[in-house]
């Protein structure tokens, strides 16, 4: 290797010690790592810079537009309740995220299902109280698994598939070695299967010890803006007929259920079973984060009608809270009596005093100076009163517009769409339909062409707005992939990554068993330095190369490349899902390394012991 090589392996090197040494995010040590591949003059702007055109980093933030209009419909919710379910403690918590979310993988590509799941799964944290540093990484790592059991589970099954074809067509000219002209689509599920249910076991069994516990900082105790809160339950809502327990409403993290009012009879120790029913007031005392959550479950709203008095749309509405001023004119005067709705055209939906509870309905709260009124109101409140003498403060909530449930079938169906495009793409990707003399090719429906056209559905159908679609894009997990495509360019171009992959053939003698494991491994450790699709552009010539010195079957190599160019588990720039938990979890390089490198290991084992099975060598 030359020079330029050695400093490539030097900034990568550096890279992950930075990674795991300091909290230092991973888009500013990627973009550092850049920076010093330019300046040293090994990248050029272009090649620094490609990553930022790269389709599968677009396809990624369109897919976080999409995440935006099932999250803001109350989509997630439905998923979470039909993939999910309620789970009993972490473990099971675990495994019951994993299953569904490998099995949707199989058939739809896991970057986008995970862009999708990880609101989901958030919210799912939440409700039963999970830390999500539990559940985030299994998330990436059912996507992974789930992948590589179908040809179209993950692009880089795709990309070797691809020249697998190039190579039989080039050999069948060159009468070489006889190779297949592509594999089936579900002819890398015999290894796929065992792979992923080994990789899920281990993540479910170990979880309690290689797993961080890093619950998020929402404390009622650490809070002393405690607001008392009136739910009502509709007429027709989903949550009728449902106990306590079962709406979701007992472990509500930061928040309690008071007491119920039900036609004027109040129960004031209400139990787990009580069965829900139509016009119950639900008095709910917890803080601000809490409460926020508590308005997009569907089937709940503000007890108090004025909500439904407001010039603005519901959906287009926002929570605001503001602190009372000695001068406003409601001071001394109850919510009703004092007309805030007509005054400030917004709707007070909980007061919070000093952390004691205020026992009365809203509208018979008297208001003194000091109180922190929780609004609901159009964000435009915000300009109008932010230097108002009437509020010594006013803040906006982040993400607490109410959820349009009436677009929730939309945003699905806009979503199965996408899904289902793609899947049929794959197999249809050169169908052509003629009527006489005219001819229509079908061609082939991308995921980023499909994440396009969905992203613009989801705001043209109102699903979500323009400034939702905006902040829902994660720019340091955009940046981040970005960056770690041009590293992965500083070390084909030096020609770092060929050095190692080049180093197998002294690795391996004349066993075939041997060498498998061997391109495995090489194909691995390439794959957690750069991006899966490169480490599998770089070894597949080197396992076709292989097999024919062995004189050994080549599609065992093959699969091999496959599997170990998507199962990079032990660092976060192993695979692009791996860099989208990373901020969700709150994640630190170190766990990655702990829980990742054994499953590395792990899925190497089981990876060479099934694929000579199948395929005989």
């Known amino acids: 290797m030359g020079l330029a090589a050695w400093f490539a392996l030097g900034v990568v090197g550096l890279v992950l010690v930075l990674l795991a040494t300091t909290r230092i995010s991973p888009d500013l040590v990627l973009i550092g790592g850049v920076l010093l591949l330019l300046l040293a003059g090994i990248l050029e702007p272009p090649e620094a810079l490609a990553g930022l055109a790269n389709e599968g980093m677009v396809t990624v933030g369109l897919l976080f537009v999409v995440g935006c209009g099932i999250s803001e419909t109350g989509g997630i919710t439905w998923i979470t309740d039909r993939l999910f379910g309620r789970p009993q403690g972490t473990v099971r918590a675990i495994l019951r995220m994993m299953l569904p979310t490998a099995m949707l993988s199989g058939f739809m590509n896991n970057t ?4 999708m799941l990880v609101p989901a799964v958030n919210d799912w944290a939440k409700k039963y109280r999970i830390a999500p540093s539990k559940l985030m990484i299994p998330l990436s790592y059912a996507a992974i698994l789930g992948g590589v059991c179908t040809l179209i589970g993950t692009s880089t099954n795709l990309v070797v598939n691809g020249m697998l074809i190039q190579a039989a067509d080039a050999q069948q000219a060159s009468r070489g070695m006889a190779l297949p002209r592509g594999l089936g689509m579900f002819e890398v599920t015999w290894a796929g299967v065992p792979v992923a249910l080994a990789g899920i076991a281990f993540v479910t069994l170990s979880s309690r010890y290689l797993l961080p516990n890093r619950l998020p900082p929402m404390s009622v105790a650490a809070d002393p803006r405690q607001y008392t809160i009136e739910m009502l339950v509709e007429a027709g809502s989903p949550l009728v007929g449902k106990s306590i327990e079962q709406a979701g409403l007992r472990h509500l993290t930061g928040l309690y259920l008071a007491e119920i009012d039900r036609e004027g009879v109040v129960l004031p120790a209400v139990s787990p079973e009580e069965r829900l029913r139509a016009g119950d007031r639900l008095v709910f005392v917890g803080i601000v984060d809490s409460v926020v959550e508590l308005q997009k479950i569907r089937g709940l709203v503000p007890a108090t009608d004025q909500v439904f008095k407001l010039d603005s749309p519901r959906p287009q509405r926002c929570l605001i809270e503001a602190v009372a001023s000695h001068s406003c004119p409601v001071i001394g005067r109850s919510i009703r009596d004092g007309r805030f709705r007509s005054i400030y055209n917004a709707v007070v939906i909980a007061v919070a005093r000093q952390g004691e509870r205020i026992r009365a309905k809203i509208g018979d709260i008297i208001l003194r100076a000091g109180d922190t009124l929780l609004l609901e109101a159009h964000p435009s409140f915000l300009e109008e009163h932010r230097n108002s003498r009437h509020f010594f403060l006013v803040s906006r909530l982040e993400n607490s517009n109410p959820p349009r449930y009436d677009r929730s079938a939309v945003a699905l169906g ?26 229509f090719s079908l061609g082939h429906v991308t995921m980023f062409k499909a994440a396009i056209v969905a992203a613009a559905a989801m705001i043209l159908t109102r699903c979500c707005r323009i400034d939702q679609a905006r902040r829902a ?3 340091q997990v955009l940046l981040a992939i970005a960056a770690s495509f041009a590293i992965g360019r500083g070390l084909e171009k030096t020609g770092a990554a060929h050095a190692i992959a080049s180093s197998i053939g002294g690795l391996v003698g004349d066993n075939p068993w041997y060498a498998l494991a061997a391109i495995y491994g090489v194909t691995l450790l390439v794959t957690e330095l750069i991006t899966n699709n490169a480490a599998a552009a770089l070894m597949f010539p080197f396992s076709l190369a292989t097999a024919q010195e062995l004189g050994a079957n080549p599609v065992p190599f093959v699969i091999a490349v496959m599997i170990a160019a998507s199962c990079g588990f032990a660092t976060p720039i192993g695979y ?24 590395d290991l792990l899925i190497w084992a089981v990876a060479t012991a099934v694929i000579p099975l199948v395929w005989p060598l």
Do not use: C
């Not at 986008?112 to 862009?115: K, R």
């Not at 996408?418 to 003399?437: D, K, N, Q, W, Y």
């Not at 860099?579 to 054994?598: E, S």
């Open 473 to 475: 894009i994660d720019w």
């Open 576 to 599: 692009q899902t791996n860099l989208m938990v990373y901020g969700p979890g709150g994640y630190r390089f170190t766990d990655y390394l702990r829980i990742g490198l054994p499953l």
């Open 414 to 439: 806009i979503l199965l769409a996408m899904v289902a495009v793609v899947t049929v793409s794959e197999s249809f990707r050169e169908a052509t339909i003629s009527l006489g003399s005219w001819s």
């Open 112 to 115: 986008p299902v995970v862009a």
